[in-house]
């Protein structure tokens, strides 16, 4: 079985443009952003890129990657953004329910509250994307 097998199943069964990566990249978003919010609230700059850096050596050994692949690659740029402004939390599911029901049904509380916080940050200007 190849890859291209497993990408094939998948958008038979799914009616989508969906590849393996697509899931990989999701469970590394979501596996970076649990890494983050466990590592707790920081004290310094120094400490939160440590924090950063730690969540993205455990999500690269669960992928089998390096990290800086892992990071560049499958791990959403905003997770670690939102971190690093103070602003990445799973405590506040309420905003989970502030997207479509339907698309949500079928992803944990903490996924959920991921994906919204992913699309208001994308709407929304952030001090980090206006910076670069």
Not at 23 to 30: D, I, K, L, N, P
Not at 59 to 82: D, F, M, Q, S
Not at 90 to 111: C, H
Request: hydrophobic fraction near 40%; include cysteine.
């Amino acid at each position: 079985m190849t890859s291209s097998d497993v990408n094939g199943y998948l958008r038979e069964i799914s009616g989508r443009e969906v590849t393996a990566k697509d899931f990989r990249t999701w469970a590394a978003t979501v596996g970076a952003a649990r890494a983050l919010v466990e590592s707790g609230a920081f004290g310094s700059m120094t400490q939160a890129k440590r924090n950063v850096r730690a969540a993205i050596e455990r999500v690269a050994a669960c992928l089998g990657n390096t990290p800086t692949i892992c990071r560049k690659c499958y791990i959403h740029p905003e997770v670690v953004n939102a971190y690093l402004e103070g602003g990445l939390l799973f405590a506040d599911e309420a905003d989970a329910g502030r997207s479509s029901k339907d698309e949500l049904t079928r992803l944990r509380p903490d996924e959920a509250a991921l994906l919204a916080m992913l699309k208001s940050r994308l709407t929304q200007p952030s001090p980090s994307r206006l910076a670069g």
